[in-house]
């Protein structure tokens, strides 16, 4: 609901009280209407009343019905506040342990950036702040620091080592941050570089099949010296082989040499078989069953 033409805050429906209350301070400043000032005790308190009337209509404004209706009871801006904050804020010491840990448990999310890294403890400090817990830069800085990726390994060792003075949230953010671009563009340097690796394989691979295919089809364009046939060389070829597919007047028409065979009587019991020849020799007469000289 619009509280003034330029003015907007999102209605409270009993969620996110604290970004709620965010926005109802920022609206009451722009105004300047402080809810904490004290009513006067004597002269003219026209100019009170009305500011603080101006303070309870942008607070109850900016409620749903249904929380209206918590603070129906109360007369001004201020005491609206601390019943709210009293019903939703929850400063016991179990809220306490429940920021505790939160703190302490964070981790960084992996689709998170920087900014919304360094964004996220620092709200979860500013929620310890406000139940009353002390905490200090150093500590926000470390829990930065210390649930950042490995990555970022480099510059957290380079942090250890500079000056303590310079040492802030601020100065960390910035370095955080110009870490992070320089990371981005390696990586993204990396990523490309790997494309255009896998794109020439790829290329590669493509080149090979063709070529293979080329040698597919330029067979079909040879004749096979051992069948005649078109499609595959004579290396390739499963038919008999020429010196294979000789007929039988042809195989007797082969001739075959051998050398002396026996040069000794040492050499009694030796044979050496030629497969090819048209004729066995021997001088051992016993061998033989049927002997022509």
Partial sequence: MKVTNSMRVEKFNGKDFRQWKFQINCALKAKELNIHAARPTTGDTNQW???????????????????????????????????????????????????????????MSPTDNIAQ???????LAKQLKENGEKIS?????????????????????????????????????ARLLDEEASLTIKEESESALVAVKHT??????????????????????FVCYNCNKRGHYARDCRAPKKSERFSSKEQKMLAFSAEQCLQSEADTDVWILDSGASAHMSYRHDYFCDLQE
């Fill in 49 to 107: 009343e009305k500011n603080d009337g101006m303070a309870m209509f942008i607070i109850t404004s900016s409620m749903e019905l249904n929380q209206i209706s918590l603070i129906e009871n109360y007369v001004t801006a201020k005491e609206v506040m601390v019943k709210l904050e009293s019903i939703y804020e929850q400063k016991s010491e179990l809220n306490k342990m429940m920021v505790h840990e939160k703190f302490y448990q964070y981790k």
């Fill in 117 to 123: 890294h360094i964004s996220k403890v620092e709200n």
């Fill in 137 to 173: 830069d150093t500590a926000i800085m470390t829990k930065i620091l210390s649930t950042l990726p490995s990555k970022y390994r480099s510059l957290r060792q380079a942090w250890l080592s500079l000056d303590p003075h310079s040492q802030t949230i601020q100065n960390l953010t």
């Fill in 200 to 221: 020439k394989r790829k290329n590669k691979f493509q080149n090979e099949n063709n070529s293979s295919i080329s040698n597919q089809h330029n067979k079909h364009r």
